[in-house]
C-alpha cells in the first residue's frame, strides 16, 4: 500500500493554514496552490509580473523539495484575479517552462487568498527516469 507523503521545504512560504505545501503519492506530486508571498510570509510588492514571478520561485522550491522539477509537470491550474492580464502570467508561465508544456486550465476567480492577483498549483512526477 502507497503511503501520503508530506512535503515540506524553508525555501517557499510556510504553510498559512491547515495544509501542506505538498504531498506526494507513489510517483505524483500535488502541490498546493502557491501565493506570491516572499519567505517571510509578507506579500511581494507589486503587480502581475512580480506577483507571478514569486509563485513561480515558490513552486520551484516545493518542486525541489520533492525531487522534481518544472520539466516533469504534468498538470498547472492558474487562478488569475483578472483575465485581462493573461498574456503576462502566460508570458512568464512559458518562461519558467520552456519547451514542456503540461496540461493547464486557468480560471478567473473573484478572490483570492490575501488578495492576491495570482495563485498556481501543480502536479508533477517524481522519481520517474
Do not use: C, W
Request: aromatic share 8%; charged share 15%; proline share 4%.
Amino acid at each position: 500500500m502507497m503511503a501520503l507523503q508530506t512535503i515540506a521545504t524553508d525555501q517557499a512560504p510556510a504553510a498559512i493554514g491547515p495544509y501542506s505545501q505538498a504531498v506526494q503519492f507513489g510517483n505524483l506530486l500535488f502541490t498546493s496552490g502557491q501565493i506570491p508571498l516572499g519567505l517571510d510570509g509578507q506579500l511581494v510588492q507589486g503587480g502581475i509580473a512580480e506577483q507571478t514571478h514569486q509563485v513561480f520561485r515558490n513552486l520551484q522550491a516545493v518542486l525541489a523539495a520533492a525531487g522534481s522539477s518544472f520539466g516533469q509537470v504534468v498538470k498547472a491550474t492558474v487562478f488569475i484575479k483578472d483575465m485581462n492580464q493573461f498574456a503576462q502570467v502566460n508570458e512568464i508561465y512559458a518562461s519558467y517552462f520552456g519547451d514542456h508544456k503540461p496540461a493547464r486550465s486557468t480560471v478567473e476567480v473573484a478572490r483570492l487568498p490575501k488578495d492576491v492577483l495570482v495563485e498556481i498549483e501543480l502536479i508533477a512526477a517524481v522519481n520517474v527516469e
